[in-house]
């Protein structure tokens, strides 16, 4: 079999997916492995995606087989062809961290801990967004850069954030990770623990991210963790964020090519967020407040269809809707106009929004607004 295997194994780019060396390793074969290790001269042997039996047997968890290799001399820097990762990666993917161990033990470059692949994800990324506690624990035992980030910006602690790993962030957060590191967008931990609805997190981070020199809290597009917050209704990160002064400001930014000047209150009668856009109005919200276009949150909820938010406007249903809400209870202006002269009502109608139509027309006092026109001339 290793003679009319050989030749195979003497090309690197052979391509021979089932070679014994590879079958034995990923199957855990560790006897066969070290048969046949004795007769084989490249140990790096690659399958077609550039994966080498040391990947494979990492990416399983075959102690033995890892072991086995190493001792031999397989090198653990070879990446594979696609994803350019190193059997380092392999192994903390599954969570395999008596054989990552051996890995970093068997290396004489401590950079090797940091190793990135395609992505710019380095092992312990890796461990934290799939949760390997125990994997997460040795890389950090080892002095793994916590505040390296992959091509998108992001850090361990964005990506353990993301996923929701909890012991994995509170690891991190105990290295003094940095809090107001920005992704490629400009969105910082807090940013996606208030998206994520991560309010205990959102606690912890707070009182260190305040007390740095660098407050600012905008994203690239000029949006805070509380616009996040409210888009996502995630209303217990709002009463968190609402304690700081620094995100009770609601209004909006000055215009820029990234950023449509948008309040927390816009983005929750956007996304018809009733309880968030009630929490926001107890908390003095400027319920006519409008964004770079002219729209107030009443008429971005009238456009959109947003009857709960409108009604909120308006009523104090327990059933009651963004427009609902701004028309009833929070009084929100009927008569104001955007940059091209549409009322909340022309909004409504425009789009069909029925329900809408009706909850603003039944507060119109004025009954020039309905026959008002727009700049295309549009009652």
């Keep these: ?43 790096d042997i690659r399958d077609e995606k550039g994966r080498t039996a040391l990947d494979l047997a990492a990416f399983k968890g075959h102690t033995e087989c890892v072991e086995a290799l190493i001792n031999q001399g397989a090198s653990i820097f070879v990446k594979d062809n696609v994803t350019k990762r190193t059997p380092l990666h392999a192994s903390v993917i599954n969570g395999h961290t008596l054989c990552l161990r051996l890995l970093l033990e068997i290396a004489d470059n401590p950079e090797v801990v940091d190793v990135k692949d395609a992505k710019g994800q380095t092992p312990l990324m890796l461990a934290v967004a799939y949760g390997h506690i125990d994997a997460v624990s040795l890389l950090l035992e080892k002095e793994a850069n916590v505040d390296a980030v992959d091509i998108m910006g992001c850090t361990a602690l964005h990506r353990g954030i993301m996923t929701g790993h909890e012991e994995c962030v509170q690891m991190l957060l105990e290295q003094e990770v940095s809090i107001l590191c920005k992704d490629s967008r400009g969105r910082t931990p807090l940013h996606y623990a208030a998206a994520r609805g991560h309010a205990t997190w959102l606690s912890e981070l707070l009182p260190m991210a305040l ?17 996040w917050a409210c888009y996502n209704g995630n209303e217990n990160c709002i009463e968190v964020l609402l304690e700081q002064k620094c995100f009770r400001e609601f209004v909006g930014n000055p215009f820029t090519p990234l950023h449509c000047a948008m309040t927390p209150l816009h983005a929750a009668a956007f996304a018809d967020h009733v309880e968030c856009l009630q929490l926001l109005l107890r908390h003095n919200a400027q319920v006519n407040a409008a964004d770079n276009s002219g729209k107030t949150a009443l008429m971005m909820a009238a456009e959109n269809g947003q009857a709960g938010a409108v009604a909120s406007g308006l009523s104090n249903s327990p059933l009651a809707f963004p427009v609902d809400i701004l028309v009833n209870s929070a009084q929100a202006d009927l008569t104001v106009k955007d940059k091209d002269l549409n009322t909340p009502l022309h909004l409504a109608s425009s789009k069909g929004h029925e329900k809408c139509a009706l909850l603003i027309l039944d507060k119109i006092q004025d009954e020039s607004l309905i026959n008002a026109k727009n700049n295309a001339l549009q009652t």
């Design 1 to 43: 079999l290793l003679e009319r295997t050989n030749s195979g194994f003497e090309d690197s780019d052979s391509g021979a997916t089932k070679s014994p060396l590879h079958l034995a390793a990923y199957n855990g074969h560790h006897q066969a492995l070290e048969v046949l290790l004795q007769s084989l001269v490249d140990l």
């Design 211 to 227: 007390s740095g020199e660098d407050c600012s809290f905008k994203d690239n597009q000029g949006y805070t963790p509380l616009h």
